[in-house]
């Protein structure tokens, strides 16, 4: 164990190196692989890894069946996305609706689907490449975007851009929309974005990767908003969240 636990420190440490200054998005080789994709689980791996070797159980204990426990300890079965039904209903809440953003956990599950469930209060992620709006572009005033499950005005469709990351991404959002929650606890920055009316997880922000001028990237799960057609909201004004933090 000690034999592995050295060189997946020296990778995770170049990971995070990596992951901060966001070199990797100068690379244009065919490696479909992103940096910050695997990053969290590298991280993951890592900090179980260490707290194996700070146990020391591995040194007493041979047999097949601590082998198999440690083998799911450091690879554990990662916990399934729920499947969308078709023909399941998504939240019909609007802006206009004031109580839409007040409620406990057990409403929410019965008002939300299983898989928005699983995003919006669960903090969860869907799967890259799968949400109906990752590659959905309407023209700008043609709409916005607003929370799946409240209904509040998100962003804008000006603020729609292509980050090729599997999600949709947005480089701003209507002030107040949105607020932040930077967790620093895997060793690198993330920023959680979430619905500033229910709270709702979106997903995090990236700074640093300069697509566009706000050089901010949202990086929002597509099961968590919805896109309302023909209408503006009342507020139009936009903001970049990452200076003010």
């Known amino acids: ?15 995070s190196h990596l992951v901060a200054r966001r070199s990797f998005n100068t690379d244009t080789s065919p490696t479909l692989f992103r940096v910050d994709r695997i990053h969290r689980p590298v991280t993951i791996f890592h900090r179980r890894l260490s707290h194996l070797v700070a ?19 450091l690879f554990p079965t990662p916990k399934p996305f729920p499947e969308q039904d078709p023909m399941a209903t ?14 406990t956990e057990a409403e929410w599950k019965d008002t939300l689907t299983e ?9 969860g ?24 499950a409240c209904g ?7 603020a729609k851009f292509d980050s ?5 991404a947005f480089d701003k959002c209507y002030t107040g929309s949105v607020k932040t929650d930077v967790d620093d606890s895997l060793g690198v920055r993330r920023i959680e974005i979430m619905c500033n009316a229910c709270d709702g997880h979106l997903g995090h922000v990236f700074e640093g990767e300069r697509f566009t001028a706000t ?10 908003i919805k896109f309302v057609k023909n209408n503006l909201p009342e507020k139009v004004e936009e903001e970049a969240l990452c200076p003010n933090l």
């Open 1 to 15: 164990m000690d034999s592995i636990h050295r060189p997946v420190t020296i990778f995770h440490r170049r990971l």
């Open 55 to 73: 146990r020391r159980s591995f040194n007493t204990d041979t047999s097949p069946r601590f082998a198999f426990s440690l083998f799911k300890t």
């Open 90 to 103: 998504t939240s019909t809440a609007s802006p206009s609706d004031n109580n839409s953003a007040k409620k």
């Open 115 to 123: 898989a928005e469930f699983y995003v919006l209060r669960q903090k």
């Open 125 to 148: 992620t869907e799967p890259a490449g799968t949400g109906k709006l990752n590659k959905f572009y309407p023209k700008p005033g043609e709409g916005y975007f607003s929370c799946a």
């Open 152 to 158: 509040n005005a998100l962003y804008s469709t000006s």
């Open 164 to 168: 090729g990351c599997g999600w949709p």
């Open 215 to 224: 050089n901010e990237r949202h990086c929002v799960n597509s099961i968590s």
